[in-house]
């Protein structure tokens, strides 16, 4: 059960960006929010940072700064993007730390929960059903 | 988008003046509101209309359904089979997850929505609500203590806001020295479209701040209250078990979080609302006064009527219906202007007068009956004759200066309003 590697980490996280913006209908929206956003995961650890006008997904290195940064432990990245995570309660929890905009995170929810599907089929798909939930 | 949806023909939009959903529309004052409500009420009583312009989230509806007659809400209110309320409650489009951390029953459908709420009414025992009620009147005595003392000052600051705020808290169990934060975040929860409560910060960062302050009291007072069991609706709710089952820390923040939001600004605005109101009318001031104990019942609902202190609510519909004549299709958004029905003409006459001793009085400040009809009714009702009765008493001499009212489609706001004794 988990995330092995960081790498793999950022194989399935970073990959639901890739996924994400490679999609006819979710790609352009997500584009056109026009911002850059930042996981930072422990547990292993991993950062995913999202270029969107630039549809670049990398590790921060050369991106530019974000407007949020979302901090948790790699297991609740996995839950999150399963749609099994409340992010205000999560945040009470102090399982989830947003620094920056959270708003232009609430903004986002909308795309956010059309990745949910997208990240399943993935785990699916790439025989990783152990971290399903 | 939206001029697709108002060009289908089964939606008959009204034409641009007649438009509740901007922005604008709500900083404007309810007598100037009143004026468009007027028109939709005689020409249009469910109307298609663009989605409600917001700061949260782009819309990802095409429109929705407004509702403006008294008949029409109490229909909408009482059939929650077909106008559910799971799924969003509010005019505005909210992000899923604040909207499902910050609902707890008011955004809940049945069988769960009844179990929830039986669950908290049945702390309200007809011993506990006459011990609440004797303390509402006794903490109101010590809120006009304070005014008298100060004599002048921001009426909602020392009047409007404490009073509620204590019943709230200690109905739940919240300790002392965490009042005012709670309140402080409750406000933040409402208020996070007015401009100057925001001071520069976005609509979404306030809402979410509050929300998770919120959260954080509230699931730290239920940890204490599992360690710590007292007598109050906090240890009733951690104690509590729904289809054998506990409730889980989420679920009872979530329900700190509304009754802390529901119980706090309602009251508080119409206190105001009520001083302002007898203030402007003193023939009706003087009717009240001549019969406190006789008048004071049928005043309270005619101040309720006037104040609307929550403007609007929100229902979806589960399967196609038909409201006012309008096709409504499933899934479409339906809200109700409980502002417009307070002042619908064919069911109260002379509905621009303000009149201490309407009967019947069939307002719907409190909603138009149905399942989520106000839990804090009593309550309510309770603050604002227990404050009245201090205040018309004690106080003869106060006068209050013009409010300053906050910018919301949601809550009917007073945030400052100056006052002094002579
Ligand atoms: C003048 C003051 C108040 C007004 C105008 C008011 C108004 C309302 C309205 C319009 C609703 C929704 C009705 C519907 O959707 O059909 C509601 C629900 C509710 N109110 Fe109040 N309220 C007031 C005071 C309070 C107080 C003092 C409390 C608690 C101490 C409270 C607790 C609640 C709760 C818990 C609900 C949700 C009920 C449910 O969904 O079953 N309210 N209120």
Request: with cysteine; charged share 20%.
């Amino acid at each position: 059960m988990g995330f092995a590697s960081s790498d793999e980490v950022v194989t399935y996280i970073g990959g639901i960006f890739k996924d994400a913006f490679a999609d006819p209908e979710i790609g352009p929206k997500l584009t056109a929010t026009g911002q850059v956003f930042r996981f930072v995961f422990t547990d292993p650890e991993a950062t995913v940072c999202v270029d969107a006008p630039t549809q670049s997904v990398g590790d921060g290195t050369g991106q530019p700064p974000p407007a949020a940064t979302m901090r948790m432990a790699a297991e609740v990245g996995n839950a999150y993007w399963q749609g099994k995570v409340n992010l205000p309660m999560a945040m009470a929890k102090g399982q989830i730390t947003v620094q920056g905009n959270v708003a232009s995170l609430l903004k986002l929810a909308p795309l956010g929960k059309r990745l949910f599907p997208v990240y399943i089929a993935r785990l699916h798909d790439t025989g990783r059903a152990d971290l399903l939930l | 988008m939206t001029s697709s949806a108002a060009r289908a023909p089964d939606r008959p939009s009204p034409p641009p003046p007649l438009n509740v959903t901007s922005l604008s529309f709500w900083g404007q004052t309810a007598d100037e509101r009143e004026d468009t409500f007027r028109l939709l009420r005689a020409d249009a009583p469910v109307s298609w209309q663009p989605p409600m312009e917001g700061a949260l989230m782009p819309p990802q509806q095409e429109g929705l359904w407004v509702v403006t007659r008294h008949e029409h809400v109490l229909e909408a209110s009482r059939r929650p089979e077909v106008y559910c309320s799971s799924q969003g409650w509010q005019f505005e489009e909210v992000p899923e997850d604040i909207l499902e951390a910050a609902s707890s029953i008011i955004g809940m459908d049945n069988p769960r929505h009844q179990k929830l709420r039986r669950l908290v009414s049945s702390a309200f025992t007809p011993r506990q609500v006459t011990r609440l009620i004797e303390q509402i009147q006794h903490q109101a005595r010590q809120v006009v203590d304070r005014l008298l003392d100060a004599k002048c000052g921001d009426f909602v600051d020392l009047v409007a806001k404490p009073l509620p705020m204590w019943t709230v808290n200690e109905l739940m169990g919240l300790d002392d020295n965490l009042r005012e934060e709670a309140t402080a975040l409750a406000d933040g929860m409402v208020s996070y479209n007015d401009p100057a409560v925001a001071a520069g910060r976005e609509a979404g960062q306030v809402l979410n701040d509050s929300l998770v302050g919120l959260l954080t009291l509230g699931l730290d007072l239920a940890a204490h209250r599992r360690r710590h069991p007292a007598a109050d609706l906090m240890t009733n709710l951690v104690q509590a078990e729904v289809d054998g089952q506990k409730l889980t820390d989420e679920e009872i923040a979530s329900f700190f979080v509304l009754l802390t939001v529901a119980g706090n600004d309602t009251s508080r605005n119409a206190t105001s609302h009520a001083v302002r109101a007898l203030q402007d009318h003193p023939d009706q001031r003087r009717t009240l006064t001549q019969d406190f104990p006789g008048r004071i019942d049928a005043a309270v609902e005619e101040i309720l009527r006037w104040s609307s202190p929550v403007m609007t609510v929100r229902r979806t519909a589960t399967r196609d219906t038909t409201l006012g004549g309008q096709h409504i299709r499933a899934g479409d958004w339906v809200a109700l202007m409980y502002p417009s029905a307070n002042r619908d003409e064919r069911v109260f006459t002379h509905p621009e007068r303000f009149d201490l001793t309407r009967t019947p009085n069939p307002h719907v400040s409190f909603g138009g009956g149905g399942p989520h009809y106000c839990l804090g009714a009593f309550i309510a009702r309770a603050q604002l004759r227990a404050i009245l009765n201090e205040l018309l008493h004690r106080a003869p001499t106060l006068e209050v200066d013009t409010p300053e009212y906050l910018v919301s489609n949601f809550v009917h706001g007073i945030k400052h309003m100056p006052c002094h004794i002579t």
